[in-house]
């Protein structure tokens, strides 16, 4: 599916100014926090990562974004049904064992084996 006026394979790079994400990448490449309010805190084992939501980032229409939001997104990456961006979906499908939101702006995610690519080529994208 193409965005309507937007050259095909444009997509990804139009939809940076469309769709917000957890973290950005400054100009030396390392993340910042976007739509998180700072980097993941990660477990010593590299497994679990903890990323708490801004709760002064809202929707269009006024309504506050929360965890579940990223969840929902990141649990899309996930699926079997996720072909859009095939790179992402399928480091995501490789590395996320599972996705949870223990409360309403905390985020946990659980990850088969320590994986540091994931802030840049899943959650900053």
Not at 5 to 14: K, L, N, S, Y
Not at 44 to 71: Q, Y
Not at 73 to 78: A, I, K, N, Q, V
């Amino acid at each position: 599916m193409s965005l309507m006026g937007v050259a095909e394979g444009d997509e990804p790079w139009v939809s940076r100014f469309v769709h917000a994400r957890l973290y950005g990448l400054d100009d030396a490449f390392r993340p910042v926090p976007s739509v998180a309010a700072s980097l993941p805190v990660v477990s010593v084992d590299g497994l679990t990562w903890t990323i708490r939501i801004r709760d002064d980032v809202t929707f269009h229409d006024g309504s506050r974004v929360a965890a579940a939001d990223a969840a929902f997104s990141l649990e899309l990456l996930r699926s079997p049904a996720c072909i859009q961006a095939e790179a992402l979906c399928r480091i995501a499908r490789e590395h996320l064992v599972s996705v949870a939101t223990p409360d309403p702006m905390t985020l946990v995610l659980s990850l088969d084996q320590p994986f540091a690519p994931l802030l840049a080529d899943v959650l900053a994208e």
